[in-house]
């Protein structure tokens, strides 16, 4: 039967021993950092940081100022490298739990007008003027940083009308002006984007774009990630209590992950699975992914691991895109329960088209769906997906700078390799649809709305799981986590970042 409800965490807790292999790391990826990270002691060190961090916070009322500001835009006027997945700018703050936005007029900072000139495709000229309160200094947020963000903001502009050689000059100021290694978030910030801009700008001038992506770089990046942040343990764990509890007795199983990488989620389930009272399932994992050489690699690690755990594992790797595969590549077996899952991100498109996708998972018809959603607008125009994205990531680095020191080689790997990569794919190559393919604006509302699924409400093993790990940071570090229509919200004071889910097909148990 079953374990208790701390079954994943608490056991390999108790069987973490040193391992050191190329681009795995087991102790990181079963349970939280290591020895040779302290959370408790840094974080108790370092929490004086969050004194310097309200950048998300400022962020949220001036890009709603903006976007209130400006003129609706034509809509016969398209963006040619957008995503095709609307922008929902309420997806930025999540339920009520986590505290509604406060307005223009509840956020006090010295008054600063900016009004600055531009013409759109028309001529005509198009004025942004925005006014912020006036009573205190500034504290947190320092003048300088106020300053290089409002260039930000009226680059954004200028892009989003066209006018390429304004936002070209502005560009070229805030490159020299602002630094990825800076103390400040808010300096750091506006480089990546800057950065991305600019790609943008290239783009729309010479109408090429070619993203290359380093896998073994944003690998060894995620797993960084992992060991200093909760975020990904979050996804993992209250995942792999979803699948544990669908394969409750069942001795042949099937898993199926649409993104695999690294393959850290694995060896806690795995764990657990191979000390069932009822005994070891048979298990059999597909792993999708871009580079077959990765894919083989992770798969030796997860059979080795398997191996020594005694337990009877079926590695598959797929170097292809999931909705752009037949079923027949699945090779589904009689007898298996199967379960997918989906840890989504913004670094590239790692499924291809969504409605190809959607009708796999209707014709696999899987015991369960478990699906991890970045609470980020990343559709629509160019402003909508710049206003989504520098919320979402503002409050990403506001709370990587609570914890890491500005000159911590981790901290500068993940935002340079992991979160600017993200926005530039965002901003610069348009998103995960650059393809001309439709994507869905959420995807727990796509699984909702189709007739062959019924969402599995995140059980109380969940909650505890996810809650566990939010001990391991102090409540001062600022997480948040949220329970409520049946999934488990994670964020960073009053913004959602990471939705877990998970869904089962109405045939599963037919």
């Given at each position: 039967m079953m374990k208790g409800g701390f079954e994943v965490v608490h056991a390999t807790l108790d069987m973490i021993q040193p391992h050191h292999e190329p681009l795995w790391d087991f102790a990181s990826s079963v349970a939280f950092p290591t020895s040779s990270i302290p959370i408790r002691q840094t974080v108790?060190?370092?929490?004086?940081?969050?004194?310097?961090?309200?950048?998300?916070?400022?962020?949220?009322?001036?890009?709603?100022?903006?976007?209130?500001?400006?003129?609706?835009?034509?809509?016969?006027?398209p963006d040619h490298s957008s995503s095709l997945q609307d922008a929902d700018?309420?997806?930025?703050?999540?339920?009520?739990?986590?505290?509604?936005?406060?307005?223009?007029?509840?956020?006090?900072?010295?008054?600063?007008?900016?009004r600055r000139?531009?013409?759109?495709?028309?001529?005509?000229?198009?004025?942004w003027s925005n006014e912020l309160g006036t009573e205190n200094k500034l504290t947190r947020v320092d003048e300088q940083g106020l300053s290089l963000?409002?260039?930000?903001?009226?680059?954004?502009?200028?892009?989003?009308?066209?006018?390429?050689?304004?936002?070209?000059?502005?560009?070229?100021?805030?490159?020299?002006?602002?630094s990825p290694y800076a103390a400040s978030c808010a300096e750091r910030v506006v480089a990546y984007f800057a950065k991305a801009m600019s790609s943008r700008v290239i783009n729309s001038w010479l109408g090429i774009c070619s993203p290359l992506i380093n896998y073994k770089t944003v690998h060894c990046s995620f797993q960084a990630f992992n060991n200093v942040s909760p975020f990904i343990k979050f996804a993992h764990f209250t995942s792999n209590q979803a699948i544990l509890e669908a394969f409750h007795r069942r001795d042949r199983v099937h898993i199926i992950d649409l993104d695999i990488m690294q393959g850290l989620q694995w060896p806690a389930l795995f764990h657990i699975l191979a000390t069932r009272i009822e005994g070891a399932p048979h298990v059999r994992m597909t792993g999708?992914?871009?580079?077959?050489?990765?894919?083989?690699?992770?798969?030796?690690q997860l059979s080795n691991f398997a191996k020594r755990l005694g337990m009877s594992f079926e590695f598959h790797p797929i170097a292809k895109k999931f909705g752009e595969i037949d079923i027949s590549m699945i090779q589904l077996r009689r007898g298996e329960t199967l379960a997918v899952h989906w840890l989504q991100h913004s670094l590239y498109d790692a499924t291809g088209p969504?409605?190809?996708?959607?009708?796999?998972?209707?014709?696999?018809?899987?015991?369960?769906i478990t699906l991890v959603e970045q609470d980020l607008s990343h559709g629509g125009v160019f402003l909508d997906r710049f206003v989504g994205s520098l919320h979402y990531y503002s409050t990403m680095f506001d709370s990587l700078g609570a914890y890491l020191l500005a000159d911590d080689p981790n901290r500068h790997r993940i935002e340079?390799?992991?979160?600017?990569?993200?926005?530039?794919?965002?901003?610069?190559?348009?998103?995960?649809?650059r393809s001309g393919e439709d994507k869905f604006k959420h995807w727990r509302s796509e699984l909702a709305r189709s007739n062959c699924f019924v969402q599995l409400p995140m059980s109380s093993n969940s909650m505890a799981q996810a809650q566990l790990i939010l001990n391991m940071f102090p409540p001062a570090h600022g997480y948040s986590l949220v329970q409520g229509d049946g999934t488990l919200k994670l964020g960073w004071k009053d913004t959602s970042l990471f939705t877990a889910s998970a869904w089962?097909?109405?045939h599963a148990f037919r």
């Open positions: 108790e060190n370092r929490c004086v940081n969050l004194e310097r961090n309200e950048l998300s916070e400022w962020v949220e009322q001036v890009t709603k100022q903006l976007i209130d500001d400006l003129p609706p835009e034509p809509e016969t006027r700018t309420s997806t930025m703050i999540c339920d009520d739990s986590f505290g509604a936005p406060l307005l223009p007029g509840d956020f006090s900072r010295p008054r600063k007008t900016i000139s531009f013409l759109d495709g028309n001529g005509e000229e198009l004025q963000i409002t260039l930000l903001l009226e680059c954004a502009v200028a892009i989003s009308v066209d006018n390429l050689g304004e936002a070209h000059r502005m560009l070229l100021e805030l490159t020299q002006m602002a999708m992914g871009s580079s077959m050489e990765l894919l083989v690699e992770t798969g030796k969504d409605w190809k996708t959607l009708r796999l998972f209707e014709q696999l018809a899987p015991r369960v340079h390799c992991l979160l600017y990569r993200e926005i530039n794919n965002i901003l610069a190559i348009g998103g995960p649809a089962t097909s109405s």
